[in-house]
C-alpha cells in the first residue's frame, strides 16, 4: 500500500511540475513538441536526461517508464538518472529500468565505464545489473565487476555484482578468488550469492 502511495505521490509531482512548466514557458517550448506526437516521434534526445531543468528530465523519464521497448538505447543515461537529486526523477527511471530488460550490447563499453567511474550507489546498481542482464556476452566487463564485488563501498552494489558475474557465467572464471572471498568472508546474502556464482563460473551450476 505504502508502495502504491509513493507511486502516485510521484506522479503527481511530476504532473505538477510539467504543469508549472509549460503554463510559464507556453506548449511549444522544443522540449515539448513531442508530447502530442506518436511514441517513435516523442523519442527524447538523449541531452533532455541531463538537462538543467527538471521538468525535462521528467518528460524524458516519464517516457522510458512509459515506453521501455523502444528505449534500450536510453539505458546509460536511465543509470545515471536513477542517482539524480529529484526524487521524483530517480524513481521513475528505476521504473523503467525495471521493465527494460537487456540494453543494447552496444552500451557495454559505457556500462563498464559507469560501474568504474559512478560514485553513487543507486547508479552503479543499475549499470552492474544491465551489464549481467546481458549474460555471456559481456564477459568483457568481468574485470570491472570483479574489482566492484571486491571494493564497492555499497552492500547492495557488491551483491549485484556477484548475481552479474554468475549470469555470465563460465566465461568470468577469472573472477573465482573474489568471489571465493566473497563467499568465506562477505555478509550472509552476499555470501550466499557468491557461492552461486562461483559455482556458475567454475560450470558447476545446476
Known sequence: MKQVQAGNDVATQAANLLFDYLRVNGP???SFNHLSATPMDRLPSPALFASAIIADRLSAVEFASQNPELCRSFAVPLAIATGDSNSSVAMLAAEALEMLGAPARSLLPE??????????GETAYWAV?????????????????????????????????????????TAAASAAAALSSAADSGPPRLSRLATQALESVRGMAA
Open 28 to 30: 511549444h517550448n522544443q
Open 111 to 120: 556500462l563498464i565505464q559507469l560501474i568504474e567511474s559512478s560514485r553513487d
Open 129 to 169: 545489473t544491465l551489464i549481467g542482464r546481458l549474460g555471456p556476452i559481456a564477459a568483457p566487463a568481468t574485470v570491472a565487476l570483479t574489482r566492484t564485488l571486491s571494493d564497492s563501498a555499497y552492500l547492495p552494489v557488491r551483491e549485484r555484482a556477484a548475481w552479474a558475474l554468475a549470469r555470465i557465467g
